[in-house]
T-cell receptor, first 115, second 110 residues
Framework: DVKVTQSSRYLVKRTGEKVFLECVQD?????MFWYRQDPGLGLRLIYF???????EKGDIPEGYSVSREKKERFSLILESASTNQTSMYLC??????????????FGPGTRLTVT | DQQVKQNSPSLSVQEGRISILNCDYT??????FLWYKKYPAEGPTFLIS?????DKNEDGRFTVFLNKSAKHLSLHIVPSQPGDSAVYFC?????????FGAGTTVTVRA
């Protein structure tokens, strides 16, 4: 079974703090994604990565950056957290091989609260 | 502008009856569609999918229908069970990955 893990389930940070969210997948997937989920808005793509050291902006990249130094790990960074970044953050991975190439596998999510 | 829309934020259905969830999309280049199910405090899990070259796909109690001319797909759950109570997301595949709808919260009443 594919496993995608996220470093924290719940996180509380103060406005202006730098925040790191870590994601690790164990299936050697090429692509990794960061989404945020907000009520009434569904999942919105923040950043994605095709492969190691490669990244592309998604629909809402402002206020975020990412890092992918190793294939299995994809980090989301909030340079200076703000209250409007309070949300559920979901990491996902995807293989480009075979019939499962459309399906993304999600981690359990990190509920971030910025006060 | 959202390319995938789920216009019903919630659905309540009696146990044993059919649940029908609807999804509309605007981008005719989407070539694959998926449904995900999400419980509170968990990540979404894949439920069922359909290629744009098909109009129906069945997996047990779950059936997805695709009407390309109307840019519409639907998920049928028959019969609905209490464990089906969750948020259901419709997603469409494009180059960068998946575009998701806003979700429909399904509540199955005993």
């Amino acid at each position: 079974d594919v496993k995608v893990t996220q470093s924290s389930r719940y996180l509380v940070k103060r406005t202006g703090e730098k925040v790191f969210l870590e994601c690790v997948q164990d299936m050697d997937h090429e692509n990794m994604f960061w989404y945020r989920q907000d009520p009434g808005l569904g999942l919105r793509l923040i950043y994605f990565s095709y492969d190691v050291k490669m990244k592309e902006k998604g629909d809402i990249p402002e206020g975020y950056s990412v890092s992918r130094e190793k294939k299995e790990r994809f980090s989301l960074i909030l340079e200076s957290a703000s209250t409007n970044q309070t949300s559920m953050y979901l990491c996902a991975s995807r293989t480009l091989q075979g019939r499962s190439s459309y399906e993304q596998y999600f981690g359990p999510g990190t509920r971030l609260t910025v006060t | 502008d959202q390319q995938v829309k789920q216009n019903s934020p919630s659905l309540s259905v009696q146990e044993g009856r059919i649940s029908i969830l609807n999804c509309d999309y605007t981008n005719s280049m989407f070539d694959y569609f998926l449904w995900y199910k999400k419980y509170p405090a968990e990540g979404p899990t894949f439920l069922i999918s359909i290629s744009s070259i098909k109009d129906k796909n069945e997996d047990g109690r779950f059936t997805v229908f695709l009407n390309k001319s109307a840019k519409h797909l639907s998920l049928h759950i028959v019969p609905s069970q209490p464990g089906d109570s969750a948020v259901y997301f419709c997603a469409a595949s494009e180059y960068t990955g998946l575009s998701f709808g806003a979700g429909t919260t399904v509540t199955v009443r005993a």
